[in-house]
């Protein structure tokens, strides 16, 4: 998938892959341009999802980093239904997923 992805030039900023039901996997993504995924997806007969909205968080790499995203969330009642994140260079992402209704407050917390 990834290298069907690679082959059509789409540029994915993050993606989580783990077991799902009946000895499939799930891979979510986050792709720069989500009109290319769907092309690359329909070109290569994989089958994609409804489209969902997650935030893509992205900052300077220090101690409390991811923490502190979450922090606001919490403080804001936001219940996470996941998350994940790295770093290296200086830098780090995580991608925080909530749920639909929770969209506005997240967005709100976070300041976008």
């Known amino acids: 998938m990834l290298s069907a992805l690679k082959e059509a030039g789409v540029n994915l900023l993050n993606f989580t892959a783990f077991p799902g039901a009946g000895g499939k996997a799930q891979i979510d993504v986050v792709a720069e341009d989500a ?9 290569a007969g994989l089958t994609l999802s409804a ?10 790499n220090r101690a409390g980093a991811a923490a502190e995203v979450l922090r606001k ?17 200086g830098g780090f992402g995580m991608i925080v997923w909530v749920a639909p209704s929770d969209y506005a407050a997240a967005a709100k917390a976070l300041g976008v």
């Open 73 to 89: 969330l919490a403080d804001a009642r936001v219940n996470i239904r996941a998350a994940n994140g790295s770093s290296g260079q």
């Open 35 to 43: 009109g290319a995924l769907a092309a690359a997806a329909k070109k």
């Open 51 to 60: 489209r969902k909205q997650a935030f893509f968080i992205q900052g300077a």
